[in-house]
């Protein structure tokens, strides 16, 4: 029996962390995968040992509030790694965490794969990169800049493509999801995604409800749907709903289909941007961290990014309009929707970048090649 113990925080971890699970296990049957994940990993075959994905958060005080969860999550995850000495441990994303487990198995011995790998090689310095790679036995990387990066600096990269490539696809057709969300998809369609982190949810989704009434003034006939990946966020998103005095329908696990649907969407920043591009579906971004957070991050840690959504740091220009901090106000979001939905120059002009991210995320079988590349590193045990 082959051990492969993998270990994804957040929703989006969990989602890639599935996807990875279905196809080791497609490829190989003689199998044990166990780790930290969420449902859907526990839904794809993986003994769950502990579960962080609803406890995604981004910003340095943010975390505070879920760091007994994740140091003690940390310190349950050494002591099995150290007891079952897994062949192999393949870390998802979630790059804080991920690194400090990396850097017990590599003491323990333990042959280490990152895929959705940390972004030092976006945001980070070269100290921050070296640390990378010399820490981890392989990394699959999803863009071909993060791969050349990091063999620059001596990793072991392969690049094995987007995942997003595959799963952002619509799973109906537009007529169809309106029909089972009550919407009538001869009236504009705005979709409305807060996030899938609590504070993202806190900060930006009243926010979204003061912009969806500004559009409305404005476009009598317009139909919102709100979207989030998680079931986690029910109660919370409902009490916010109820203290806006909103109606706006809720949809879980149906992004696709919303993008799909929608005329212009409004979005934390995220994967959803992504699958925008993907999907060729018009989005408006948003992002705000508390003040302290956001001073720590300019003046401290001295994070400069020229883009903050992938489709623009890929093209190195604004395709999707990004608004942060003190620019995340209803008026804004809702002057751009309004904007995107009426001027056709403009939508055009996010479509023609669209083709231009979707060139440089490489072809379909992200998730297959990335399961092939993990039992390369298992040759001689399967």
Not at 69 to 83: D, H, N
Not at 120 to 134: A, D, H, R, Y
């Amino acid at each position: 029996m082959i051990k492969v113990m993998l270990s994804a925080g957040e929703i989006s971890g969990d989602m890639h962390g599935a996807a990875l699970a279905k196809e080791l296990k497609n490829l190989n049957r003689n199998i044990f995968l166990f780790g930290m994940g969420g449902e859907r990993m526990r839904s794809a075959g993986v003994e769950l040992i502990y579960d962080l994905s609803s406890k995604g958060t981004v910003g340095i005080i943010e975390i505070l509030k879920f760091l007994p969860s994740i140091i003690f999550g940390l310190s349950k995850m050494k002591r099995v790694l150290k007891k079952e000495r897994p062949d192999i441990l393949v870390l998802i994303d979630y790059q804080g965490f991920n690194m400090l487990l990396a850097k017990y198995a590599k003491k323990l011995g333990i042959k280490t794969v990152y895929y959705i790998a940390p972004q030092e090689w976006l945001w980070g310095t070269p100290k921050g990169i070296k640390n990378v790679v010399n820490t981890l036995d392989k990394i699959l990387c999803i863009f071909e800049d993060e791969a050349r990066i990091y063999k620059s600096y001596g990793g072991n990269t392969v690049h094995v493509g987007n995942p997003n490539v595959d799963a952002a696809k619509a799973p109906v057709s537009k007529e169809d999801f309106c029909r089972s969300a009550g919407l009538n998809p001869k009236f504009p369609i705005f979709g409305i995604f807060p996030g899938s982190r609590h504070q993202e949810i806190d900060i930006l989704m009243p926010i979204m409800m003061r912009a969806a009434k500004i559009i409305k003034q404005q476009i009598p006939n317009s139909q919102f749907v709100l979207g989030l990946s998680s079931i986690h966020f029910k109660n919370k998103v409902e009490a916010l709903l109820r203290s806006e005095g909103s109606q706006i329908p809720v949809m879980y696990g149906k992004s696709h289909a919303i993008l799909n649907a929608a005329n212009v969407s409004i979005a934390a920043s995220g994967t959803i941007t992504m699958e925008a591009a993907i999907l060729d579906a018009p989005i408006i971004m948003a992002y705000k961290l508390s003040a302290l957070s956001h001073f720590i991050a300019k003046y401290i840690v001295k994070l400069r990014l020229r883009y903050y959504t992938m489709p623009n740091i890929l093209t190195n220009k604004e395709i999707i309009p990004e608004f942060l901090q003190e620019k995340v106000s209803a008026e804004n979001i809702a002057a751009k929707a309004l904007a995107l939905f009426t001027d056709k120059k403009e939508l055009d002009a996010i479509k023609s970048g669209y083709r231009e991210a979707r060139a440089k995320l490489g072809p379909s079988g992200a998730v297959k090649r990335a399961a092939s590349e993990i039992f390369e590193e298992l040759r001689g045990k399967v």
